[in-house]
């Protein structure tokens, strides 16, 4: 669309306040959905974020026509803040403490909304810049298990594969203590970073294979559906 097709367009009475209304639509759902997935995970209903957004559900669904595209907009921020935790902890001096702090920094993320708890251990083919991010991420994390090893304290044996474990098993700790232990899953991150020491590995199963993890992200993407 030219610059002169679209100043003409603006300029028909009511076509800027129909798209302010669009936006504002857009906004509350995004709003209503962040709400209802951190409280109830990415299983929730669509006709209660609708509801709570005072909207249509076909109103939500002309704004986002898939579940993985309202998801991946309303968690693009905290992927952003994923990302930012990864550069956090390379920029620490000490390899093995930015790592050990990545990992609780990240699972205290996943503690704190159901719903983003459930998102790190998904991944959704269809949402490019959400995907996008979490590929800057993955390499950044490459280069923090590289300088961890390098220093000697992370075994030599932990694979990039090893960081979804982690997250899966956190979710799930997270999900079944929430109401009743919520700080549960602090034992949990805490016995998983002694396990990751160096002085103290012992020969493991091998870990799945990137392709592997990556249709288990791909396969609990879909039963969100």
Not at 99 to 125: K, N, P, S
Not at 148 to 154: E, F, M, S, T, V
Not at 200 to 210: M, N
Request: aromatic share 8%; with cysteine.
């Amino acid at each position: 669309m030219t610059e002169d097709v679209a100043r003409r367009r603006e300029s028909v009475p009511g076509r800027r306040g129909l798209r302010a209304d669009a936006e504002r639509n857009r906004e509350r759902v995004i709003e209503a959905a962040r709400a209802v997935f951190a409280q109830q995970g990415l299983d929730a209903s669509t006709n209660e974020i609708a509801r709570r957004a005072g909207v249509g559900i076909a109103t939500l669904f002309r704004r986002f026509p898939t579940r993985d595209d309202l998801i991946a907009t309303v968690f693009a921020e905290k992927m952003r803040d994923y990302s930012e935790a990864i550069d956090e902890a390379l920029a620490d001096l000490d390899p093995w403490n930015g790592f050990c702090v990545f990992i609780e920094r990240v699972c205290q993320m996943q503690a704190d909304d159901r719903g983003f708890a459930d998102v790190l251990t998904m991944t959704f083919a269809a949402a490019k810049a959400f995907e996008e991010e979490r590929d800057r991420a993955a390499n950044s994390l490459t280069h923090l298990l590289q300088r961890a090893k390098a220093a000697g304290r992370l075994r030599a044996d932990f694979v990039h594969q090893d960081v979804p474990l982690i997250l899966m098993a956190n979710a799930g700790v997270v999900t079944a203590t929430r109401d009743a232990a919520p700080e549960a899953w602090r034992r949990l991150v805490g016995y998983l970073i002694q396990s990751f020491a160096a002085e103290v590995a012992q020969p493991l199963p091998d870990p799945p294979t990137p392709r592997q993890m990556y249709r288990a992200l791909l396969r609990l993407s879909d039963t969100a559906e």
